[in-house]
């Protein structure tokens, strides 16, 4: 058993070092599926052994290939950069300002703008409008808030610098598959003041806390 998961392991390993995910995923899976059962019809063999090992490093590919596959494909549709998409979703996140705005993650729930193709989670920065504004005090946004915005987006799209932080890699890890901001003279309006989850409900429990960390602290 303890060979089996190392090699199943192993397979995952080996499709994080290639360039593309391998079309041939599918084969993996029933050859590594066929090789597993031989394996467990010959149990207490020698052989089974290596024939077990082998069909769970395939698994392990095949299981990484389809993963990869369903999170490449939740992506932004080419033709949709750069527009105005209108959306509803939530604040899935806690929100970061920054010099001229706030950054948050939203989930969206639904593309009113009709053939939009979006994808489920996107990170958009909602700019002030002003060189000295305030973020908060400007849109004051909450996590587990249900919004209907109006945004442009583009594919994420990281710096090629050698040992440089890789932000589109960072991105893709987070499930976010596009970025952008939001357009706020088009109707941007809150729908609901709070989705009820259990992640909604740690991310409006951690804004509570920074609020606090704000009020006692000083500003600098």
Not at 53 to 81: K, N, T
């Amino acid at each position: 058993m303890r060979i089996n998961l190392l090699a199943f392991v192993a397979g995952i390993l080996w499709l994080q070092f290639q360039a593309d995910v391998p079309e041939c995923w599918g084969r993996a899976l029933v050859l590594g599926g066929l090789l597993a059962l031989l394996a467990w019809r010959w149990r207490g063999r020698m052989t089974a052994r290596v024939v077990g090992a082998v069909g769970c490093a395939l698994l392990g590919l095949a299981f990484s290939a389809w993963r990869a596959e369903l999170r490449l494909a939740d992506q932004l549709d080419p033709a949709w950069e750069g527009r105005d998409i209108e959306l509803v979703g939530v604040i899935s996140e806690l929100p970061n300002d920054f010099d001229r705005g706030t950054r948050f993650r939203f989930a969206v729930e639904q593309a009113l703008t009709p053939e939009a193709v979006v994808p489920r989670q996107i990170m958009l920065s909602w700019y002030c409008g002003r060189n000295d504004c305030t973020p908060s005090a400007e849109v004051n946004l909450r996590p587990g808030e249900r919004w209907r915005l109006t945004v442009r987006l583009k594919r994420p799209h990281g710096n090629a610098n050698p040992h440089g932080f890789d932000y589109e890699a960072w991105l893709l890890e987070r499930g976010i598959r596009a970025t952008g901001y939001v357009r706020p003279d088009d109707g941007a309006g809150r729908l609901a003041e709070m989705v009820w989850s259990p992640g909604n409900l740690i991310e409006r429990l951690r804004h509570s806390v920074r609020d606090s960390f704000r009020a006692l602290l000083p500003e600098a």
